[in-house]
């Protein structure tokens, strides 16, 4: 079947260091794709989006990169702080306003 | 004030039992969905509604069921609670012709 899913579990970085957290995804018919950051005891919160039709996409300290040749999605995340401290997930729109969600990679930050 | 609230925040409960989460929502949106969460698994779609009139299942609907009682309501029930329902359970809203995805703050669920 096809799915999304996340490179690592878990990723541990040092505090100002930049961060990259991978996401596979094989449904080559995705057409948008969202990261999504959950903090201990919350829901997940959108972090930032990009629509097939872009590779990549800047925020606020965020990037995220898009691969359609080989289907991988990335988060970048500079200078990463404490309360970045938290689950990522990756997630696809797979039909009709439906997402698919990675299982998740956690990141640590070290002081 | 919280646009999607869940109710109850924690539930503790016996297999077999009848048990309801709720969600609400002031966000206006027309949209709404019912999702579970387990460790290593991301989260997985029971139920979802596009309007008042409309259900529909999602990929893991089996043991559940679904009631929008209004456009800001979406309740989930488990009939007969199992041990293996154990899990966080996340509502969540959205609104054409955005893709993205709202979520409450969860409910804890536990059935021994």
């Known amino acids: 079947g096809e799915s999304v899913g996340l490179h690592l579990p878990t990723l541990s970085v040092q505090e100002g260091d930049n961060s990259i957290i991978n996401c596979a995804y094989s449904?080559?018919?995705?057409?948008?794709f969202i990261w999504y950051k959950q903090e201990s005891g919350k829901g997940p919160q959108f972090i930032i989006d990009i629509r097939s039709n872009m590779d990549k996409r800047q925020g606020q300290r965020v990037t995220v990169l898009l691969n359609k040749t080989v289907k991988h999605l990335s988060l970048q995340i500079a200078a990463t702080q404490p309360g970045d401290s938290a689950v990522y997930f990756c997630a696809e729109n797979i039909d009709d306003y439906k997402l698919s969600f990675g299982a998740g990679t956690t990141v640590t930050v070290r002081a | 004030d919280a646009d999607v609230t869940q109710t109850p925040r924690n539930r503790i409960t016996k297999t077999g039992k009848r048990i309801m989460l709720e969600c609400s929502q002031t966000k206006g949106h027309d949209r709404m969905y019912w999702y579970r969460q387990d460790p290593g698994l991301g989260l997985r779609l029971i139920y979802y509604s596009f309007d008042v009139k409309d259900i529909n299942k999602g990929e893991i609907s089996d043991g559940y069921s679904v009631s929008r009682q209004a456009q800001a309501k979406f309740s989930l029930s488990l009939e007969s609670a199992i041990p293996n329902q154990t899990a966080l359970y996340f509502c969540a809203t959205s609104a054409p012709p955005s893709n993205e995805q709202f979520f409450g703050p969860g409910t804890r669920l536990t059935v021994l």
């Open positions: 449904n080559s018919a995705s057409d948008y």
